[in-house]
């Protein structure tokens, strides 16, 4: 939730700017939403390969 906080706050101090630095911000989100889904995705099949 910070780091979306963080985001939009970037995105609005560049305001108009330049498209860039948003398109940098928004692929930055998604990479940390990507990663963040990986390693809970991770973390399950390790909890069931252990309970095996």
Do not use: P, Y
């Not at 305001?15 to 991770?42: C, H, I, K, P, Y």
């Amino acid at each position: 939730m910070q780091g979306m906080i963080t985001t939009v706050t970037a995105v609005r101090e560049v305001g108009e700017e330049g498209g860039d630095v948003a398109m940098r911000a928004v692929l930055l989100q998604l990479s940390d939403t990507t990663v963040f889904t990986f390693n809970l995705a991770f973390l399950a099949v390790t909890k069931a390969a252990a309970a095996l």
